[in-house]
Structure formats: C-alpha cells, structure tokens
C-alpha cells in the first residue's frame, strides 16, 4: 500500500522561523560551525564538554534537544573556467578533480512539546498510526518565552569561542522552486547545495530512501553504550608512546566515519521531581524483589547510586538516544557498510545494534521538527554530563574565502583547502606579523613545501628575494624567469649596484648601501673607519652621480665610477688641499683596483644584465660556493641587503617576501645579524614578511640576537617531520614557546599517510593560538618543479633542452613520458 508524504508528513508550516509540528510542538533550528578535527587541546574539549552542560541545563521540562550531524560523501569540483590560472595551477586542478572527501553540516533543533496525555511508543508513532494529536492553541507568551531561551542557548555556546551558531529562517528550511531546504535535505538525505527532488520512502524491504538502502544503529540500551565515556579519547593513528593526540569521543562515528550517515543525538528534559520519583518507586520494587535474583539485586545497587548522584552531586536526570544512520545505494554493499560501523563503534568501546522493526519510527523521528515523535521505549537514563559527552564536537578542514594563501590538503582525504597564513590571521588578530620560522631536517619536504608556497605567493603578485644554499629554487626560478645569481667559473656572479632605472634618483639609502659596499671593500672587518673618511667617500658618491649626469653617454658601473675617482675627484681633492691623513684616495684607489676591468674581481659589480632587480619579482642569490669567501661574500650580502630594503621602501602597497635559507653560519660571521633583526622587527610596517628556513634549531640558538630576533618575531611557525628529533622535542618545544597540543600534533606528522598517494605533512602554528597539520599534496608537473632530488631535477633539465629551452614544454613532455611508463619514476 502507498501512501501520500503530504498525508503523513509530521510538520505543519513555518512561522516566525519556527517549525510548528502537526502534533503542537515548536522547534527552533541553529546550524553550527564546529571546530575542526584534530585542532582542540584536551582542556579545549573539556571546556566545550561543559559549554554544553551549561547550555543544556537552560531547557524547560518536556522540551528535547535534537543535534543532527549530517556527513555525506562528495567530490571537489576543479575550477578550469579561471582566465588568470598559471600552467601549475591548472595541472592542479585536474590533480584534484572528482578528489573524494566528506562533506559535514550540523544542525540544532531544540523543540518544545505539547503536553501529551501519553508518550509516543513505537506503535503509536504518527508514522505508524497516521494520527496526531490534538494541537492546542499555541500561547504567545509561552512561544515567546521558548525562544528567549533558544537565543539563550545560542549565545552560551557562542561565547565558547569554540563554536559559531546562527538560527536558520523560514526560506533555509523550506524549499522553493530556487533552492532545497533542510525539511527536503533531509527526506532526500542530500544535504549538498545542488538541488534535489523528494523521492519514494520505503520500509518493506528494509529502510529506501529513492535508491538508497538504509540502516539505523541504535545507542539506546546499556548493553550496548560504553563503559566508560568522556570528552575526548585518543586517536592512536597519530598518537605516539610521549604524546597523545586527542578527538571528540564519538568522532569515531562522526567525521573520522568515511561513508554517508547522519548521526542524531537526542536529549530528553523531563520534570526532574517526577523522575526522581519513578526511580524511588522502581527501587522499592527491587528492593522487594532483591532477595530472589541476583539481577534484581545489581539492578537494585544501580538505581541506588543513580539516585545518590542525583542528590549528592545535583546532577539533573534526562532521558537520552543516540542513533546512527547509513545508506549505500548498492544493497551488495550494506554488508561492508555495517563492518564498518561496527569497527567504527568498537574504538569508543560501544556495539552495533542494527534497527529493523524501529527502523521507520527512527527515521521518522530524525525529520527536522518531528523530535517528540522519538519512540519512549528506545530512550535510556542518563544525566546531562554523560550524554554531552555523545555530542559530536568536530567538523572537518574549512578552507579560507581570503583571496591570499596557499592551496593544502585536508589531512584526513587530501581535498584542496585554500589557507591564508598571512593576512587574515593579521585581520582576525590571532597574528601580530607576517613573519616565518620553518624548521625541518633534511628529507623532512621543507624545501618542498617552501617551493609551493612562494609559486603561491608569486602568482599572487608578491616580490620574493631569496638567500640559498644547496640550489632548492632553480626549477622554480627558471619557470618564472626570475633573476638567479650563482657562481661558477664560466658565469661568476655579476651585480651593478651603480646602476639607476630612469625615473629613479640618488636617495639617502642608495646613497648609504653604496656607502656601505665601499667601506666594505676598503676596510677589513675589524678595521674602523674615520669620519673624514665617510664623508669623502659621501662626496665621491654625490659627485659621481652629478658627472653622469652631466655625461649621459656614460654608463653607470663601478668601473666609471673608478675612473671618476681616479681622475675628477683626485684633481677635485686636490683644489681643496684635503691632506692624506683625512682621506688617503691613493690607498683606495689601490684596494679598490681588484674590482676594475682587468682585476681579479672585475667581473663582479660591472653587470650590464639583470639590472632591474628593483621590478623583477623574483629573485635568487645562490651562496654555496661563495658562502666562505672572504671577499665575494661580504659584498653580495650588502648587495642583498640593499635590494629588499629598496623593494620594502619603495614599492607601495605590493607584498615583499625575502626568504633566507641554509647559511646561518656564514651569515652571522659576516654580521648579518643586526640586518636580520631590523628585518623581523619593522618588515610588518612595509607590507612585507621575513622567513627563515633552516636545519636545525642550534643554527638559531647559536646566535642570540638572531634567536630572540626571529623566535619573538615569527608568528607563523611551519614545522615538518620531527620523528626523528621525537626523544629531544622538549628543547625544540622551549625554543618555538609550543604548547602540549602543538606538540602532539607535530609529532603526529606522516604516522598514517595514505600509501597510495605520494604527499608530506606540515605543521602550521599561528600565533599560538591556531594550529593544524595539512597535506602538501601537489600534481606530477608542480613536483617536477619543486623537487629537490638532483635526478629529478636534472631529469627535468635534459626534457627543457629537448624542447628548445620551453620550460613548460619540456615539463609537459616529462609529464607525458612518467604517466605513459616511459621512465620508471
């Protein structure tokens, strides 16, 4: 037999963004933002374990809280529509098109029931009997009254911090010919934003829902619950034997459970006198009854401390039921499905207990609005601290609608999350500055990872100079054209640090790196200089500068400014009599001499190529070879020096990023230091940020200027693979100030990543007060370019020669040739 869903359906209409069910009841639906998984600290959980006692305890007698946790599976969509996409972007979005994940929305329903006469049992659910009851007039004040509480209940939970909560209005939850609603969601168990159609329900052959096959597990017995519960319980995947990294206590069950279901948690508040009173009157009777069956004696017992508590400790009896549903569309698979929740049950110590006969009535009872239809005998006893704890806490990964940040993976199924760990932490005020620390020893992806996200960045509109060692940003510096200074016999390091773009004037701090190169060269380190000497070469630097442009056909270089020394300014100092003790030009010009053409040096600041480095928006200097020189390096330092503080001063409005990798040592020994610490306390001011990456954490501590600069200065703080660190994490704990749960998750890093998928995990922190671990899941072409292996990338080198020196090309063709088998990678 058929029957109409108008017929039978509980729920009457929508008012004043109320549900008014058929039978009289009033339910006011919230849908809440819960925080992610894997992100709370045990006294976090507790905390929000309590928020919700606190909350629960506002409900008047004969009302019910409905929570209804709806996880469904879906796809990621890739975006291949975007005029703006690069080449890496769009092999990324075919990497990740049709990725799997489970999509999660929660919702609240807190309802206020008529008085009925008798309780709804299994057989007299409106489903069953098709009857309701009588309404009664719905009081004014008493609805009013009803929803001050709700907002009550609202605000509780939202001064948690932990939970966002906003009630939804009539047009969320019913449907229109635009948009389907929570009611239609439900019926049609589609809880995505595509639009969906009513199908058959049918219950003769188990629980349908169109061509879904259902099954409903119930939580409604004390056989079956827990013996123990809490707020939480470890999550051993990514736990180790020094930290323990915590979940909610049903998350097993929640977003940790891979497969459509809806989990319904229902709590029952009923007059607590009254209760009290049925579990006196039902302990006289097993008083009675004690002396002839053991289990009437341990019932006895149970009653007894029930009831103890109740008094002793204040706590308030409610009834409660917890159910889970599943549904696959192919039957063959229900088998599967049900091993799965059972194992999913057995990690919080509960049974499965699969529904048949209630099936329907559970059903019918989770519609939005129709939580008064939940079937008395499927509730059991409990107080409100224990049911809290069957609350599911958590969602997953939420990806950020900030139009900067770099593209992760959700840890848990990879789907692509866009996260901002630069400006909308500064916003939100979690952050005081942009600035990074990375740390991770070799092996670990940091350079992997540091490769993604300045090709982020970069294709965001950022300048980015980077200081390296070890040549981790050839491949991505050749993709951009970006400008690579490296040393090597046949092309050693050119600079013209002389040179001037049209438009562009002698500034004091042009003035002062120039200042700085020279006294540089002339002076060793522990020499000082005289004021008279600083102050003719200020002239000489005036001067130079006012010849050129007196003589427009000579080019700006060290070599003409030599020869301006040389002749203009010596004649000049002679006019005015400056004697050799003042300033002795001879001995300059003699120190200096290297540096002129045909000197040793005289390739080194006479560059006439890669000269704007003032608008190029990539920038590399490669120290490895010259990192130990006594001369090359001091002055490629004060040339790095003087380009970013030139890009932080003069280009307004637009992101700088110097990035300073593997050359602590060389770098402090050449007093690098007090310019990394200018760096980290004013790069804010400019729109910039500093990041150092690095090996070890002695590099930093081996410096203290540099470790209270960086360390105090550095909100952001990037972590990869520590495992092996794990037995001397503490000192590493103390320096980077981490907390118990930053801890627990860095050391939870790669301990269970998918076997099949090729990916490392990184550990962000941002100001202490918001850390995750996610993905660095990228396409075959983006790690083409960001590997480090030197086969890989000589591999890529040798396909770009095969292309004639096409980047993309050759990427492209190596691409082709691994996924056809060609090369075995």
């Avoid at 200020?538 to 500068?545: D, E, L, Q, V």
């Avoid at 637009?654 to 690098?672: N, Q, S």
């Amino acid at each position: 037999m058929h029957n109409s869903l108008q017929e039978k359906f509980p729920i009457m209409d929508v008012q004043n963004d109320c549900i008014l069910s058929r039978a009289g009841d009033l339910t006011f639906v919230f849908e809440l933002d819960l925080p992610e998984i894997f992100t709370l600290s045990d006294l976090e959980y507790e905390t929000f374990h309590q928020t919700w006692i606190k909350a629960i305890r506002l409900l008047p007698a004969n009302s019910i809280l409905h929570k209804q946790d709806c996880f469904t599976q879906e796809q990621y969509q890739g975006d291949f529509d975007a005029a703006h996409q690069s080449t890496l972007d769009r092999c990324s979005e075919r990497y990740f098109h049709e990725r799997a994940y489970l999509g999660h929305r929660c919702f609240l329903m807190l309802t206020k029931r008529q008085k009925r006469q008798k309780q709804v049992s299994s057989l007299t659910s409106s489903l069953i009997t098709g009857r309701f009851l009588q309404p009664q007039l719905v009081d004014g004040s008493a609805l009013a009254e009803f929803q001050g509480i709700a907002l009550q209940f609202q605000q509780i939970l939202i001064d948690s911090g932990l939970v966002k909560c906003r009630g939804l209005q009539r047009s969320e939850i019913l449907s229109s010919s635009q948009h389907k609603g929570l009611l239609e969601s439900y019926c049609c168990l589609s809880f995505n934003q595509q639009q969906a159609q009513v199908q058959d329900i049918t219950f003769s052959e188990g629980l349908r829902v169109g061509d879904q096959h259902c099954q409903i597990y119930s939580l409604a017995d004390t056989d079956v619950l827990p013996r123990l519960c809490g707020s939480r319980i470890n999550y051993e995947r990514y736990s180790t034997d020094r930290t323990k990294l915590g979940v909610g206590f049903v998350s097993c069950i929640g977003q940790l459970l891979n497969c459509n279901h809806i989990y319904n948690q229902y709590i029952v508040i009923e007059d607590p006198v009254n209760t009290i009173q049925k579990f006196e009157r039902k302990r006289l009777r097993l008083q009675s009854l004690a002396a002839y069956s053991r289990q009437n004696l341990l019932a006895r017992d149970a009653t007894n401390d029930f009831l103890n508590e109740a008094l002793s400790q204040k706590h308030q009896p409610i009834r409660a039921h917890f159910n889970l549903m599943v549904w696959e569309s192919r039957k063959d698979k229900l088998f599967e499905l049900k091993n799965q929740v059972s194992s999913a049950l057995a990690q919080m110590d509960a049974l499965s207990k699969l529904e048949t006969v209630g099936a329907p009535q559970l059903f019918w009872a989770g519609i939005p609005g129709n939580a008064s239809d939940l079937p008395v005998n499927d509730l059991f006893d409990t107080f409100i601290q224990q049911a809290a704890c069957f609350l599911n806490l958590e969602t997953a990964y939420k990806t950020s609608t900030s139009p900067v940040g770099i593209r992760l993976g959700d840890r848990l199924n990879g789907r692509p999350l866009h996260v901002d760990i630069s400006d909308e932490p500064m916003r939100l005020g979690i952050c005081s500055n942009r600035n990074k620390f990375i740390l991770g020893p070799s092996g670990s992806g940091k350079s992997f990872f540091t490769n993604h996200m300045l090709r982020t960045y970069y294709q965001q509109g950022s300048h980015l100079v980077l200081v390296d060692v070890g040549h981790s940003y050839k491949g991505l510096c050749d993709m951009l054209c970006g400008y690579y200074f490296t040393y090597n016999e046949r092309k050693p390091l050119q600079f013209n640090p002389f040179f001037l773009n049209d438009g562009d004037t002698l500034d004091t701090e042009k003035k002062e790196s120039l200042k700085a190169l020279l006294l540089a060269l002339w002076k060793k380190d522990d020499e000082k200089y005289r004021r008279s000497e600083y102050v003719a070469l200020s002239n000489a630097i005036t001067g130079y500068y006012h010849f050129l442009d007196q003589q427009p056909q000579c080019f700006a270089c060290f070599d003409t400014f030599y020869e301006y020394l040389a002749k203009d300014y010596l004649q000049q100092l002679q006019v005015e009599g400056v004697s050799v003790n003042n300033f002795d030009i001879d001995n300059l010009l003699y120190v200096l001499r290297p540096y002129y053409k045909g000197g040793e040096f005289d390739y080194l600041l006479n560059a006439k190529e890669n000269l704007d480095l003032l608008e190029q928006r990539f920038i590399v200097f490669e120290l490895d070879e010259i990192k130990d020189h006594p001369i090359l390096f001091p002055v490629v330092t004060i040339i790095i020096m003087e380009v970013f503080i030139s890009k932080m001063r003069k280009l307004k409005g637009i992101r700088k990023v110097i990035l300073i990798e593997e050359a602590w040592k060389a770098l402090m020994k050449e007093g690098f230091a007090s310019y990394i610490q200018y760096l980290f306390k004013t790069v804010r001011k400019f729109y910039g940020e500093a990041i150092v990456v690095t090996q070890e954490v002695d590099d930093i501590i081996s410096s203290p200027i540099v470790k209270q600069a960086i360390i105090n200065n550095s909100d952001c703080k990037i972590l990869l693979d520590q495992s092996k660190y794990q037995n001397k994490f503490d000192q590493i704990q103390e320096l980077l100030g981490l907390t118990l749960k930053e801890k627990a998750q860095v050391l939870s890093l790669n301990r269970s990543n998918d076997p099949k998928l090729k990916y490392k995990e990184v550990f962000i922190s941002l100001g202490g007060q918001l850390s995750k671990v996610y993905r660095t899941e990228v396409s075959l072409e983006e790690y083409l370019v960001f590997s480090t292996e030197q086969k890989e990338k000589l591999l890529l080198a040798e396909y770009i020669e095969r292309s004639g020196g096409d980047f993309n090309g050759g990427l492209r063709a190596l691409a082709q040739a691994i996924r056809n088998r060609e090369i075995n990678f």
